[in-house]
Structures are given as structure tokens and as C-alpha cells.
């Protein structure tokens, strides 16, 4: 019996963990029920068959990133996502204890993620070297070559073991022939020693269409709206740079006097703040949004402080940011830290900590305050793929590529600004680059330029990047400062053109491995 369009639609949507409407797919673990779906297991949003794709095939395939702090967690909650498919053959290039595929860290401390082969099978693989304690783990099932995944290693400290979630389905870690017994809770801060790279060490064949890293552990729910493409705006764009802007506004090494009292009194004391409660309740420190990094309404933001008792005998207390409270938790004599996440109502709230209750000229302590956004810290998709660059979409740390091929590109490349809208062909919006040591990266058709450090005048003597048929439009970014093209190197030019004006305009097409030639030029500048 054939199935009503009404019915198919009806079929093709669920709930995110939000209670938003979210396309259903296959992958979600629900099951097709007659093949009603709109979506079925061949158009997912997981469309690594059709999609572009990294394929490692040779010794050495790698793409490498330079340490820096969104890729380090600390003894924090964290999970990285990779959704990939194992060549035919790919157990066969390995031998038993083999590891493969990793997304792992270049100095030896900190963390891999991968496969490990064990008997003959290949498993998803978990390490973590806190310097003095390892913890390997594998998951119970065997994965199938030629089968399209995405998994989520999922660490959070409170619990047991990590989980590893295989198209939204949880994975039982086992120690494995390759594996050990270490305790997840043994094992302290793993923050990486050097970089990361994902490589292909042993000549294994596979291909990688997604890499993410998120600094707070999903539960299930969530992993589904993950693998599903859904990722909230709450979760957009995370961070491990703290939202307070001062040190010394966070850890009290010295005083700043940026907090104030909101009803109570603030004073140094001494590598922590003492508070001086008032009588009204709702009373305690405030640090006012001059002294916070800008944030978004509808973001999640983790707060955090160390609190404990002085002389007061009050243990309600509570955060507040972007105007909205955390729950209430309890404090002691004993210094002990505390975090809530909480979901911004505004982008201009202070932020504060609060006795619920008065208690007149008692004193509490705080100290090790922080707030850090929540969500993708690193986030390397299909449409972000190129020959030389994975590029990041979350904070902008980028993947330099060696060797790994680039699969199934679209016709119009990785340059997807360009369309046809009306007829126009559009160029998107362009995006700034800045001079350095005389050489800019375009990333797409149409950029602005910048000099380097903001200098009156700069020469623009290198570009780097694209392939041959590309076409580069170039203009200055501001009329205050020159942007000097300059002939030789990589541009082919009839000759040296200042771009002086923000309506000054140049351009390029790539016309071999290496130069750019001038297709025409436009000084409108006055």
C-alpha cells in the first residue's frame, strides 16, 4: 500500500532535545517503518558516499594542528566527534595492536581517539596519558568496512567510564587484548603536550568527512541531535577562553577593584575576594559587563567560583548571567568549587554571586571565578574541506593537510559563497585578510585586504592558495591605510597597483600551481 505525502512529511520530522523540530533520518536509531521516511540511510545528513571527503591511503596521509588551547581540556568534561567510513581492506593493511586513523596528540601527553585492530576486527579506540597514568579502552562491537559512521567519544569525569556513541548508539568500553583496566577517575589533566594530528600511520585506507570537539560531555539525547547535523545555537561556536577578561578579576593574584559589592562590600583578600554580606537577600559580588568579552543571548555559558564560609552562617547561594539565576546550591566552611550552566537571557547582565539570604557584616569567600561559553570548540565539516587546509568553523584553528586526498568535491569547488540569486552571479559577502610578511590566504572568490599591523602602507607581494580557473577578487579595506600589490613573486601584474581607497578593486585568476595573473583592475579611489 502506497504511503500519503502527508504521511511521509509527517514521518520525516521528530523533537530535538530542545523540543525544536528536527529532520528524522535513519540514523537517528529510529527505524524506517515501511520506508515511510523522507530521509532514509543514502540522504542523511551523514552523506560521506556523496559528500567531500579526506581519503588517507599512504603512510604519512596526516592533517596536523598547532597546540593551542581550544583543543586542551584539562581535567574537564569534553567529547570528540569523527564520522568516517574504513576502506575494504583496511584490517587486512594492519596487524593485531595495530592503532589507526587517530585523531591524537603529537606530544605524548594527552588524548587519542580511533581504531585499534584486535583479533583479526577493527574497534574504536580511546586513549588518555596524564603523563603518569594511562587509560585505553575499545568498544564491544566491530566495525564493518565499507559502512558509513559517526561516533562520539563522550568523557565525563563523574562518570565511571567514557562512552562511545556509533550512529547515536551507545558503545559498552571494554579493556580488549589491547586495552587496560585504568580508572577513568585515575587519570588527571591530559592537556596536550604539543599538537594534534589525524593521520594514517600505517598505510590504512579511510576517509573522514567531520571532526568536532565540544567542551562539555552530551548526554544521549544531545549525541542524537549531534549526528543528526543539529547542532544548537546554544552549542554553536564554544570556547575555552573565559569570558571575564582580567586575571586577575578570576584567581584574585591582585586586586583590580573591578568587582563591586551590589548590596554587600568586596575587598582583597589576599589571593581570594572577601565579601562583606548586606542585610537585603539577593546580595553579593557583581562584576559589571566592561570587565566580560561580549556574549550572545541563547548561549550556554558555564560559571564557576570557589565559595565557602567566613563568619556567615548563610550556605544558599547562586550565579546569575544575562539576567537569568542558576539554581541554588549549598555552601560550607570548606572551600569547594561550584558551576551551573545556564542559558543567557540577554548579552548585557553582569555577572553575579548571591547570598539568597541577608547576613549583615558576615563575611563569605570566593575565588577561582570563571565563565566559559559551552559548545563546539573546534568544528571541521564537509564544506569546509580543501587540498591544503581543513578549515575550522567554530574558532578558526585551522588543519594543515599532507598527503590526504580530497574525494567527491562539488562542481564549484570549496567556494560555495558563489551562486546565481536572481540571475546575478553573486560573490558572497567578502571577508577581511590581513597582510602577513607580505602574503594573504584566500579562503574564498571575494576577500578585502588589511596591512599587516594596521601600517599606513603595505606591499602585498604573495598569494597563496587556490587552484588553476580560480578567480580572486581583491579591494582595500579601508581608504586610511595602502595596499601596495606588487608584481613578481606569486602575482603576474602589469605592474605595482596601490590600492588606496576602499573602492579599489583588482582582479586575479590562478592560472598554474603557482601565480596568480591579472585579469583587470579598477582604481576609483579618489
Keep these: 500500500m502506497s504511503i500519503s505525502i502527508l504521511t511521509r512529511w509527517r514521518k520525516a520530522f521528530t523533537t530535538d532535545s530542545d523540543g525544536n523540530d528536527a529532520l528524522r533520518t535513519v540514523i537517528s536509531g529510529d527505524q524506517d517503518l515501511g520506508g515511510g521516511y523522507i530521509l532514509d540511510e543514502q540522504t542523511t545528513t551523514n552523506m560521506m558516499s556523496k559528500g567531500t571527503v579526506y581519503h588517507f591511503n599512504a603512510s604519512g596521509d596526516k592533517i596536523d594542528w598547532t597546540d593551542n588551547a581550544d583543543h586542551d581540556f584539562g581535567e574537564s568534561d569534553f567529547a570528540f566527534g569523527i564520522d568516517f567510513r574504513l576502506d575494504v581492506g583496511f584490517v587486512a593493511a594492519l596487524a593485531n595492536g595495530n592503532t589507526a586513523g587517530l585523531l591524537k596528540a603529537t606530544g605524548g601527553v ?51 567510564d567514557a562512552i562511545v556513541y556509533l550512529n547515536s548508539i551507545g558503545q559498552t568500553l571494554t579493556a580488549g587484548t589491547y586495552g587496560n583496566t585504568t580508572a577513568l577517575s585515575a587519570v588527571g589533566d591530559i592537556d596536550n603536550g604539543a599538537g594534534l594530528d589525524l593521520n594514517s600511520s600505517n598505510a590504512e585506507k579511510m576517509n573522514v568527512s567531520e571532526v568536532s570537539s565540544f567542551n562539555f560531555a552530551p548526554t544521549a539525547a544531545e549525541v542524537k541531535d549531534l549526528i543528526s547535523g543539529n547542532i544548537p545555537f546554544k552549542w554553536q561556536y564554544g570556547s575555552q577562553t573565559d569570558v571575564i577578561t582580567a586575571s586577575a578579576d578570576r584567581d584574585f593574584a591582585s586586586w583590580s577593584g573591578n568587582w563591586d559589592g551590589n548590596g554587600a562590600t568586596v575587598a582583597d583578600g589576599t589571593g581570594k575576594m572577601t565579601v562583606t554580606l548586606g542585610a537585603a537577600a539577593n546580595n553579593g559580588p557583581r562584576l559589571q559587563t566592561t570587565f566580560l568579552n561580549s556574549y550572545s543571548e541563547g548561549k550556554v555559558f558555564r560559571v564557576s567560583a570557589d565559595i565557602w564560609q567566613g563568619t556567615t552562617t548563610t550556605t544558599s547561594y547562586r550565579f546569575q548571567i544575562g539576567g537569568v539565576n542558576s539554581d541554588i546550591f549549598t555552601i560550607s566552611g570548606s572551600q569547594t568549587n561550584f558551576s551551573a550552566d545556564i542559558v543567557a537571557g540577554n548579552n548585557t547582565g553582569h555577572l553575579y554571586i548571591l547570598s539568597t539570604v541577608g547576613d549583615n557584616t558576615k563575611t563569605v569567600f570566593v575565588d577561582n571565578v570563571s565563565i566559559v561559553p559551552l559548545g563546539a570548540v573546534a568544528l571541521y565539516t564537509q564544506d569546509s574541506i580543501s587540498e591544503t587546509t581543513w578549515y575550522d568553523k567554530a574558532n578558526g584553528n585551522d588543519g594543515a593537510v599532507t598527503g590526504a586526498e580530497v574525494l567527491n568535491r562539488p562542481k564549484n569547488d570549496e567556494h560555495e559563497g558563489i551562486v546565481v540569486n536572481g540571475g546575478f552571479l553573486n560573490l558572497g559577502t567578502p571577508t577581511e585578510l590581513t597582510i602577513a610578511t607580505g602574503a594573504i590566504t584566500p579562503t574564498q572568490t571575494y576577500h578585502t585586504v588589511d596591512t599587516e599591523a594596521d601600517a599606513a602602507s603595505d606591499a602585498l607581494t604573495t598569494v597563496n592558495g587556490g587552484k588553476i580557473g580560480d578567480i580572486l577578487v581583491l579591494r582595500a579595506v579601508s581608504s586610511a591605510r595602502s595596499v601596495v600589490v606588487t608584481d613578481g613573486t606569486t602575482l603576474l601584474i602589469a605592474g605595482d597597483f596601490t590600492m588606496d581607497s576602499a573602492q579599489d578593486y583588482i582582479v586575479l585568476i590562478k592560472n598554474d600551481g603557482t601565480n596568480w595573473a591579472e585579469l583587470c583592475r579598477s582604481n576609483n579611489g579618489a
Design 110 to 160: 594527552g588524548y587519542a581517539f580511533g581504531f585499534v585492530i584486535d583479533a583479526g576486527a577493527a574497534y574504536l579506540w580511546l586513549y588518555l596519558d596524564d603523563g603518569s597514568n594511562e587509560y585505553k579502552r575499545r568498544a564491544a562491537v566491530a566495525l564493518t568496512e565499507g559502512v558509513e559512521y559517526s561516533a562520539y567519544f563522550i568523557l565525563d569525569r563523574s562518570a565511571t
